[in-house]
């Protein structure tokens, strides 16, 4: 098998959300002064490459530890929308791929917007799903979606709707994936374990793509 890493180092100088925190780091021991390593660790549960919960956004939703390790695990599927001309994701690209997203547990939209990672444009212009693909997807039993950009909202929007949608019918959000261009047309499962933290409405994960050498029923 293959396996395909998904997601940004984590560090204090990586970029972040406008107005988030920075992650800081620093020594609590070193080995060279008291024989073993260890750090305090200081940074927000929507840094880097994260998982959102419906506890997000709805009180007394569920949150990441209250969900069993099921949950973040499963088949996946990829539509590619790199060379879509609109910046609105629509339910009829999704339908291109409906029989394959029918049949998977995630659905990662690969817009290509992870090239920008690090630069002032990462945080405005990437493509959104409209409300209708939402809607559908919303009610296709998926565990999640993923998009390699930083939002499934656009950056000024306040009431969240395409949050609030996926979330509000129990699906788990994957924001800031990177690597999608290496999986191609395989097919893999997905892997995006959280730390079980007490109450997370969120958390920075390890996205990973497992690609087997047979073929994923």
Not at 8 to 25: D, K, N, Q, R, Y
Not at 59 to 82: P, W
Not at 135 to 146: E, F, I, N, P, S
Request: a negative charge; charged letters at 20%; one cysteine or more.
């Amino acid at each position: 098998m293959r396996i395909v890493d998904l997601s940004h180092p984590i560090s204090p100088a990586m970029p972040v959300w406008p107005g988030t925190p920075a992650p800081e780091f620093s020594d609590l021991c070193t080995v060279g002064r008291d024989g073993f390593g260890e750090r305090w660790m200081q940074l927000s549960s929507h840094t880097g490459t994260h998982l959102d919960a419906p506890a997000h956004l709805f009180e007394g939703a569920a949150s990441l530890d209250r969900m069993s390790v099921e949950r973040f695990i499963g088949k996946g599927a990829l539509l590619d929308l790199r060379g879509a001309s609109s910046g609105l994701v629509s339910l009829d690209q999704l339908r291109v791929i409906q029989p394959s997203i029918e049949k998977a547990d995630f659905l990662l939209l690969h817009v290509g917007w992870s090239r920008f990672w690090g630069t002032a444009e990462y945080d405005r212009n990437y493509p959104v799903l409209s409300s209708e693909a939402a809607t559908w997807l919303a009610g296709l039993g998926l565990k999640g979606v993923g998009i390699d950009a930083p939002s499934f909202d656009d950056p000024d929007s306040e009431a969240l709707p395409i949050h609030r949608c996926l979330l509000g019918s129990g699906l788990l959000l994957i924001e800031n994936l990177t690597a999608l261009d290496q999986l191609g047309d395989s097919d893999f499962l997905l892997s995006v374990l959280p730390l079980p933290i007490s109450g997370a409405e969120a958390s920075p994960v390890r996205a990973v793509a497992v690609i087997p050498s047979f073929e994923i029923k």
